[in-house]
C-alpha cells in the first residue's frame, strides 16, 4: 500500500520543501489547539459578562479601544484597556475570545476530519464498484455526479441543513471528566448535522477519483490475471483495486479537509450550524460590531485562514510528492 | 547511392579553392545546470560547413548532437547555457550592417555570433538560420491552421527584409499592444494577407497537393510526411543561408523517409541552401551529406568527408556505428549495437580518459589519457580524437576485460539500472539516472 | 454532423441534470419540518382555514401526485407561488437574478483581469520573487473563507476609505448605462462601480487565485512543448510566441475548469450577497431558506441548475471551436 519508494518521495519532498513543513507546523498546533482547548482555555467559551465595569468588551491585550457609552442623554467616550486575563479580548456579550477560538478550532477540524472519512466511506465504494464493474452501474453513478455538480456545494448543503434541521449530538469531553480542567463545558456540542450534510456535498468527488482508478487498474494485466486465476471480485477489490487507488484518494481527502473546514464556516456564519462554539458563528457576531469591535470578527477568521492554509500545504506536498494525477476540480470548493 | 556522394565530395575537393566557408564552429561548450550537477552536453565541438554543402552530425541519442545544433541556432534555454567557444558565420551583408555596433564581434565578413546582442541574434533565426525539427506533430502548434504558422514566418522574413539590417535589431518587437488591437482589427495583424498567398505557394512548392484548402487544416488533419513537407516549407519561408534539419526522418515511415530526403536534396539543389543534418541514421548520412562529424558524449571524435568516415574510419566508435546499422549493400542486415552504455555527461561523473574506452574493442593503457583531435591517415580534411591516429592498436597494451567494471563502479553507479537504484540508494544520495545525459534536453 | 449530435446529446444530459437537481429539491421540501399553512396564514391558522389552504396548495394529495404536479407546473413554466411573499417564484427570481448575474460577471472580470497576467508572469519568471509573491498570495486566495475577506474589506473601507458604500446595490448596471446614454449623465456608472467594486472582489478572490494556480501550471507545461521551440526557431518575435501560441493555448482548457467552477461561483455569490446585503438571488435564497419558504428555495436551485447545464454546453461549444483536435472527434 504505502511502498518504500512512496516514503521517500514523500521525505525527500518534504525536506526539500520549506512550504511542505510550515503547512505541518500550522496544522500541527492547530490540532493541539482544538485537543487541548479545554486544558489551554484561560475561561469557560460560555461564560459571559467578562466586560468592564461599564459593560464594555476588552479590546486584545495591549490595546485600547474608545466606547461611546449613553450617560444622561449625552454620549460620553470612555476608554477601555486589554488585559492580560483575556489575552484575545472578549466579545459582545463578555465571552472570552481567545477561549472560545480554541473550541473553535475543535470544531473546524473535527468537522472537517470527520466530514472527510464519512464521505470517502461513501463515495470510495462507490466509486470503486462503478468503476471495477462499469456499464450501467458506472453510467448511473456519472449521471448522479453530474446532477451533483450543477448543486452549488454551498447551495445544497443550505438547503439540506434547511430540511434536516440543525442536528447536534452532546459528546462528553474526557478532558474534563478526568479533572484536568475545571469549570469548562463537560459536553462539547458535536454539530452532528453539518457532518452529514458536508459528506453528503462532497462525496461525489470520492466517488470519481476512486472510479477513475478503478477503470484503470481494472486492465491492468496483473488484475487479469488474477481474475483468471479464479480470484473473486471481492477480493480484487480489496487485493489490488482498493490499495492502488489509495494515493489519490488520500490527495483528494487532503484537498477536501481544506474544502470542508471552509464550508463549515460558510454554515456556521450563515447560522446553519448548530454550534456556537465555531469559528464562522463567531465572525457573523462580530460584523454586528464593525468597525468599532473589529477584533471579534477578525480574529476566528485568522483562524480559518491559517488551518485552511496549513491543510493545503499538506495537500500540495503530498500532491507533489505522490504524483497521483487527479484532476482539480475536486480542490476548493465554496470558500 | 553513396557513390553518386561520394563523386560529388571529390568533386567539391577538387574545386576546393571555389568553395567557401559558410560557417565555422570552434570550441564550442554547452552544460546545462541541473539539479543532479553539470551536465556537459557539448564540450569543445569543431565545426566547419561550406557553402551549398550538407554537414552531418552523427551519433547516438544523448551524445549532444541535437545541443550542438541548437547551440548554433541560439534555442538554448535555462537551465542551458553556451559557456564557451565561438560560431562564426559568414555573410558580407550582415557583417557590414552589424559591424558599427559589434566592432570586436566582426572580422571581414565573419561575425562571431556569440558576440552579438540576443536580438541580433534573434533576427537570423528564420531568416538566415532556420530549423526543421524530428516530430512535425509536436512541433506545428496544434490549435493553428497550418498555412497561418507558415505565414508567420514569411512574415518575420517580410518584415526583416523591410528594415535596414543596421537598424533592425533596434526596431521595435511587436508589442502587446499591437496583437491586442490585431485581434479586433485584421489590418493590425501581425500576419498579412500577402503572407498567407506566399504560404500557400511554398505549400506548393514542397508538393503538398491542393495546398489552398491544406492551408486551412490543422496539424493533426495532416499525415505525418505531409506535415513534415510543411515544416520544411515552413523552414524555407525565410529563404535561409543555412538549414538545421534536426533528425528530420526519425519520425516517419520508410517509404515516406525516402521522399522527404528526396525533397531536401532538390530544394537544397534548386536554392543553394547549406543543411546542418543532425542524425542517428547513416542510411540518411550516406544518402544526403558531403561531410560528416562523429559525435559521442559531446565531442566530435571523427570527421571527415563521407567516404573518409564511411570507408576509412580510424576511431572504433564510427567502426561501431557503423557496424550497427543495417548494411545498405545488404550484405548484412543483422543489427549490432554497440556493448555498453552512453556514458553520463554529468561533469562529476565524467573521467578524464577517452570517454569511449569503456565500451572500445581497442581499448589501450593510453586510452586512460583523454584524446585531443589529430589529422587521419596524413589527411588534412580527415581527423579523429583517437590514440589510433598515431599509434596502432596493440594487444599487449590492451586494457583486460572488464577493466572499466571495477574501476568505473565506486565513482560513478553508472551501470546500475533504474529498478536496481531504488533499492540502493537511500534519499540523501539521490543520483540521477545514467541516461541523464541532457543531450535531448526537450 | 457529428458536432449537431454532440449538442442534442449534451442537451438531454442537460435535461437530465435539470430533472435530477429539481427532484432532490422537492424530496427536501417533502422531509423538511415545517409547516408551509403557518406560514401563508402568518399564524396558527383554525381548521376550515387550514383545510382550505392544505386544498389550494394540493397538500392534501399523496406525495408521488404533489411531485408529478409539480413537474406539470415546470413544464408550463410555473415555478409555484411564495408561501409569505404572495408572489409567483417566477417574478422573485426576475427581480433579483440580474443583481446576482452582474455580481457573478464582475467578479469573473476581477479574477481574470488579475489572475491571466500574474500567472504568465509567475509561469515566465519562475522562481523568481514575482513568482514566489503570485505563487504565495494566490495561496491566501483560495485559503481565505469569502465572507472573512468581504468583513475584511468593509472594516479597512469603512475605516479608510468614506466614499466607498459598505452595504447595498445602490443602482443596476442597465440603469447606469441608459443615465449614459439618455443624459450623457456618467456619475450613475461611478456610482454602480462603488456599490459592486467591494462584493466583486470578495467574490472573485477566490478565482483570482484558482486562475492564476491554473495558469501558471498550464504555461509552464506549455513552456515546454516542443512546438514552442520551433516557434521560436522560426524568428517569430517573442510577443506572439508568448501571447498567441502559448497563453491562448493555456487558456483553452482553463475555460472548460471555469463552466465547472460555475457552481462555485454561485456558492460564493450566496454568501456575499448575505455579507454585502446585495439584493441578489443568494440573499433572497437565504431568506426564503430561514423562513422555510420552499418554492422560492426550489426556483431559486432550479434556475441555478439551468443556468449551469446552459453555460457549460455553451463552454464545451467553445471549447470545440478552439481546439480543433476535440471538434473533429
Known sequence: MISDRIKANLTSEFRQSVLAKLGVVLLLSILLMGLFAPVLATHNPHEQGHTNDAGASYPPYGLSDEVPMFEDGDITYHSVDGTSEHLLGTNDIGQDIYSRFLYGARTSLLVGLSGTLLATAMGVPVGLVAGYFGGRVDDGLMRVADVMLAFPSLVLALALMGAFGRGTIGIPDPIVLAGFADGMPETATFPGMVVVVVALVTWVWFARVARGEAMAIRNEEYVKAARSLGASHATIMRRHVLPNSLTPIIVLATIQVAAIILLESSLSYLGFSGTTLSWGYEIQRGYDYLPNQWWIATIPGIGIVLAVIGVNLIGDWLRDALDPNIEGEGGGGAG | MLSTRTSRAKAAEVLADMTEEILRVEGLKTRFFTDEGQVNAVDGVDIAIERGDTYGIVGESGSGKSVTARSIIDLIESPGEITDGRILYRNQEFADGIRDDNPDAVDGAWVDLRGVSSSVRRSLRGSNFSMIFQDPQSSFNPTITVGEQIAEAVEVQRRASANPRSTRARSKEYTLTSLALGTILPSKRYVTPASRERAIELLELVGIPDPVERADEYPHEYSGGMLQRAMIAQALAGEPDVLVADEPTTALDVTIQAQILDLLDDLQEELGMTILLITHNLGVVARMCDRVGVMYAGEIVERGTLEDVFDDHVHPYTRGLLGSVPDLEGASDRLQPIPGNVPSLLDHEMNRRCHFADRCPKAMEACLEHPSEHSARGSDHHAARCVLTRTEYDEARALADGYFDEADRPAGDKHVGPDERDETLDEDRQHPPAETTGGEHQ | ?329
Open chain 3, 1 to 329: 454532423m457529428s458536432s449537431g449530435k454532440f449538442f442534442v446529446r449534451r442537451l438531454l444530459q442537460g435535461v437530465f441534470v435539470v430533472w435530477g437537481v429539481v427532484t432532490i429539491t422537492f424530496a427536501l421540501r417533502a422531509l423538511s419540518p415545517g409547516d408551509p399553512v403557518n406560514l401563508i396564514a402568518g399564524q396558527v391558522p383554525d381548521q376550515a382555514t387550514r383545510d382550505q389552504i392544505e386544498q389550494d396548495l394540493g397538500l392534501d394529495q399523496p406525495i408521488y401526485v404533489q411531485y408529478f404536479d409539480y413537474l406539470g407546473d415546470l413544464l408550463t413554466g410555473s415555478l409555484g407561488y411564495s408561501y409569505n411573499q404572495r408572489r409567483a417564484v417566477s417574478d422573485i427570481v426576475a427581480q433579483h437574478f440580474a443583481a446576482t448575474v452582474e455580481l457573478a460577471v464582475a467578479a469573473t472580470v476581477v479574477a481574470l483581469v488579475i489572475a491571466i497576467p500574474l500567472g504568465v508572469v509567475s509561469a515566465t519568471r519562475r522562481n523568481q520573487p514575482a513568482d514566489y509573491g503570485a505563487t504565495f498570495g494566490s495561496l491566501i486566495g483560495i485559503s481565505t473563507p469569502n465572507f472573512w475577506l468581504g468583513i475584511m474589506l468593509i472594516l479597512i473601507v469603512a475605516t479608510q476609505v468614506g466614499f466607498i458604500p459598505t452595504s447595498g446595490r445602490g443602482i443596476a448596471f442597465h440603469e447606469a448605462v441608459y443615465s449614459i446614454f439618455r443624459y450623457g449623465y456618467v456619475g450613475h456608472l461611478f456610482e454602480w462601480f462603488t456599490y459592486i467594486i467591494l462584493p466583486a472582489i470578495t467574490l472573485g478572490t477566490y478565482f483570482t487565485a484558482l486562475i492564476t494556480r491554473l495558469t501558471r501550471s498550464g504555461m509552464v507545461d506549455e513552456l515546454g512543448k516542443p512546438y514552442v521551440t520551433a516557434t521560436e526557431a522560426k524568428g517569430l518575435p517573442k510577443t506572439l510566441v508568448r501571447y498567441k501560441h502559448v497563453l491562448r493555448n493555456t487558456l483553452i482548457p482553463i475555460i472548460t475548469v471555469l463552466g465547472l467552477q460555475l457552481g462555485t461561483l454561485m456558492g460564493g455569490a450566496v454568501i456575499t450577497e448575505e455579507v454585502f446585503n446585495w439584493p441578489g438571488l443568494g440573499q433572497t435564497f437565504i431568506t426564503a431558506l430561514r423562513n422555510g419558504d420552499w418554492p422560492v428555495v426550489q426556483g431559486i436551485v432550479l434556475f441555478i441548475a439551468v443556468a449551469f447545464v446552459v453555460i457549460n454546453i455553451f463552454v464545451d461549444a467553445l471549447y470545440a471551436r478552439l481546439n480543433p483536435q476535440v471538434s473533429d472527434e
